[in-house]
């Protein structure tokens, strides 16, 4: 499963469930991303071939957009889509044995939107990451700058 999420919101922005992940299904889901929520400053992931791939680089540097991959072994520098990942381990995968690809597409999905749209986080002051991003989007001087393009969104792809 491909994860994006927003660092700054925390906005799970995509899950894609697919057997494999390859560079063309990143790809589809950054330009999906980058035309709906604009270019972020910079993507972090992991070293993955699906994420260094050289057409995934050329996206990347044509969206003005820069990298930022973690040492392998070291999750502790993408802390949060690590939580992400417990959490979504814990609340989604580990609870269903998915008899299919277009089942666990649709329980994933559901659950994305709970996770957005239902759970307040401490982190953001108990708010959900949906409201959050809202507020964002509607008052930019209390983020950054220009908040849904200048915050940087953190990216890993893999078993989760």
């Known amino acids: 499963m491909l994860t994006v999420l927003d660092e700054y919101t925390r906005e799970s922005l995509a899950i894609r469930v697919e057997r494999s992940i390859r560079a063309e299904r990143v790809i589809e889901t950054l330009e999906w991303l980058f035309l709906t929520r604009g270019s972020p400053q ?12 050289k057409a995934v680089q050329n996206l990347l540097a044509h969206n003005g957009c820069r990298t930022i991959y973690i040492e392998p072994g070291s999750p502790w520098e993408n802390p949060y889509i690590e939580s992400f990942h417990g959490t979504f381990r814990r609340e989604c995968l580990d609870r269903y044995a998915f008899a299919s690809g277009l089942e666990a597409q649709g329980i994933v999905a559901a659950w994305r939107q709970e996770y957005n749209e239902a759970r307040p986080h ?18 930019p001087d209390q983020a950054t700058s220009s908040p849904v393009v200048d915050r940087s969104v953190a990216l890993t792809a893999g078993s989760t």
């Open 42 to 53: 910079y993507l972090r992931s992991d070293n993955g071939p699906e994420l260094v791939a």
């Open 122 to 139: 401490s982190s953001l002051g108990y708010l959900t990451p949906a409201e959050f991003s809202h507020r964002c989007r509607m008052k």
